[in-house]
């Protein structure tokens, strides 16, 4: 990425006469007062101009691309804020022009003038915008250019107007140009011009390099912690649903509460080495983001990104400058025979079985207090958390038989990575104990075709098999794939993906020309009683509601994974019917 700035002559279309120029400074343009539509309506002498390819539109809520364009406004920091923006989707790329005309400014009997504006360039595939002036009918072109991909972030970018005080008619033209593809949404907001001089410098007074001259924030900016201890950001745009966001910071070593809010951010000063998690939770269950509004967050540590995100669904956690154990990625490594103490914060192990057969994962005996135990057998990417059982391979709550302590039997396969999520209710602990205990062999049914069969079984029960049917067998729902429906109903074939809402949905990982592996997905249930999926209302675990179609989802039903002829993973989107 780079930003350029020259002075260069150039044969632009002369702008029209509008109405009497601006003459009043500071003038600010937030585009609050416009309507959002393509391209909207314009006001206060701001237009498209004609002769160009594509239009800049009047937005808020966030752009429809996936990875591309901001999730709120500038001005306001909310998904109902406005901004000008220019949709780079098929057929808005490649190389697509669009450019917005300021009204005209009358600098008449100014000594300075500068003007400053917001933009948001983020994607792969950026293109570039640049600055043009019209300054009493005469082009002056790129007298600042950005191009590339700048980050999923506002930037505040200057021009130095002092070569043109005393002119009467200046305006300003803001040139977009796409990507080669839909990832290069421009944006930009706030656009200010005033009668000022061109002075960097820290213009936040509550940083400790707060300079009251600066006229342009260079970035410099710091939050004056006391020595041994370094600034937290939290940033939070919110979602349509604001009332439904809370988050907190704690210390993970001692579980103190540092900081802790709802749909706004702040920052705080914090010990240097201190362990941090950060939590973020929405009541309703469907994240801040992209079901009712694009809202995200993002956390900093001494201005260094450590946590961001939007698309969750109760909660999510992130946790930084902890030691291994604070979180499923980096947790320690447990065996059985030992007993393990872990601190009252939810703590993390990591248990492969040497072989397969029966375990018991156990706080009994070992404690005083309510204990949790969650076993997961997933990827920690693919892992969900939740204060209940939902989401865990094997978890208990007070029901394993012993009292307030947690227990986990489990057949377990031997050389599977599992992890273990140690917790505590309500803070009842101080520290938590368990241990793991390997009970030998999986005796069970080897017979694939009974109904109480045990893949996981390596010694036969001896003429314990059960046929289906028989009065004996296992009472409960039994969900299987039934194979021959999927394999004769899968081909391949191409689409060309012109809805903004696919990728947003995971259902495609881009637009424009794609390949599509089209199949059926029959789960019969083979069991005795029935399986209730839920609704969206009762059950909200049980669905997914980070769409744009607003509908929902039923999640976590199926998994579908590609490879090549090599086993190698294939990325892919995919929708769940």
């Known amino acids: ?76 920091g909310t998904t109902a804020g406005k901004y000008m923006y220019i949709e780079a989707t098929s057929p808005n790329f490649p190389n697509k022009v669009a450019i917005l005309e300021s009204p005209c400014y009358d600098l008449t009997g100014a000594s300075d003038a500068m003007l400053t504006f917001w933009y948001h360039m983020y994607g792969a595939e950026m293109g570039s915008l640049a600055i043009d002036l019209m300054v009493n009918g005469t082009p ?16 505040q970018a200057y021009v130095d107007l002092s070569a043109h005080v005393g002119q009467n008619n200046l305006r300003v033209r803001f040139r977009g140009t796409t990507g080669s593809n839909y990832t290069s949404d421009i944006t930009i907001d706030d656009v200010r011009l005033a009668k000022e001089p061109v002075i960097l410098g820290c213009t936040d007074p509550n940083a400790g390099n707060y300079d009251p001259l600066a006229t342009v924030d260079d970035g410099t900016c710091t939050i004056a912690c006391p020595a041994n201890e370094v600034a937290v950001e939290i940033q939070i745009v919110p979602d349509n649903y604001p009332t439904e966001i809370s988050w907190d910071l704690v210390n993970g070593s001692t579980t103190a509460v540092l900081a802790s809010g709802g749909s706004s951010g702040t ?34 540590r001494n201005g260094v990104l450590v946590a961001t995100g939007g698309n969750y669904g109760s909660s999510e956690q992130t ?52 204990t949790k135990v969650w076993v997961y057998d997933a990827d920690c990417s693919q892992i969900t958390l939740s204060d209940g059982v939902e989401g865990a391979t094997f978890a208990d709550d007070d029901e394993g038989g012993c009292g307030l302590q947690a227990v986990v039997s489990a057949n377990m396969p031997g050389g599977v ?81 012109t809805d903004a809402c696919a990728p947003v949905e995971g ?18 249930n083979i ?51």
């Open 1 to 76: 990425m780079r930003i350029t700035a020259s002075l260069i002559m150039g044969a632009l279309m002369p702008a029209v006469a509008l109405a009497q120029c601006v003459s009043s400074f500071p003038s600010l343009e937030d585009f609050e007062g416009f309507t959002v539509g393509t391209p909207g309506t314009l006001v206060n002498n701001w237009t498209n101009l004609s002769g160009d390819d594509i239009d800049w539109n009047v937005d808020a809520n966030g752009t429809p691309s996936q990875n591309t364009g901001p999730s709120a406004d500038h001005s306001l």
């Open 140 to 155: 002056v072109t790129d007298v600042l250019v950005i191009t590339g991909d700048q980050g999923n972030v506002w930037r």
């Open 267 to 300: 920052t705080v000063c914090v010990p240097e080495n201190a362990c941090l998690v950060f939590t973020i939770n929405d009541s309703y269950g469907d994240g801040i983001c992209c079901g009712y509004g694009n809202g995200s967050y993002s956390v900093f």
């Open 319 to 370: 946790v930084f400058n902890c030691p291994p154990g604070f979180s499923c990625s980096e947790a320690l490594v447990a065996d059985t025979g030992q007993v393990y103490t872990a601190p009252t914060l939810e703590f993390w192990y990591d248990f492969t079985p040497p072989e397969t057969g029966a375990y018991t994962i156990t706080t009994c005996g070992l404690n005083t207090c309510d």
């Open 417 to 497: 990575l599992h992890h273990i999520r140690i917790g505590t209710n309500n803070g009842d602990c101080s520290q938590v104990q368990f241990e793991i205990i390997f009970n030998g062999p999986v005796v069970g049914c080897m017979d694939p075709g009974s109904c109480n069969y045990d893949p996981l079984a390596t010694v036969d029960c001896g003429g314990c098999c059960m046929a289906p049917g028989d009065p004996n067998c296992p009472d409960g729902p039994d969900l299987t794939l039934n194979q021959a429906d999927l394999e004769n109903s899968i081909f391949l074939t191409t689409v060309n993906i």
């Open 507 to 524: 259902c495609t990982r881009g637009m424009g020309q794609r390949y599509v592996l089209r199949f059926s997905t029959r789960i019969d």
């Open 527 to 577: 069991g005795t009683t029935d399986y209730y999926i839920g609704s969206p209302n009762s059950q909200p675990q049980m669905f997914d509601f980070n769409n744009c179609h607003g509908h929902a989802h039923y999640a976590g039903y199926a998994d579908y994974l590609l490879f090549d002829q090599n086993d190698n993973a294939i990325p892919v989107g995919f929708k769940n019917g």
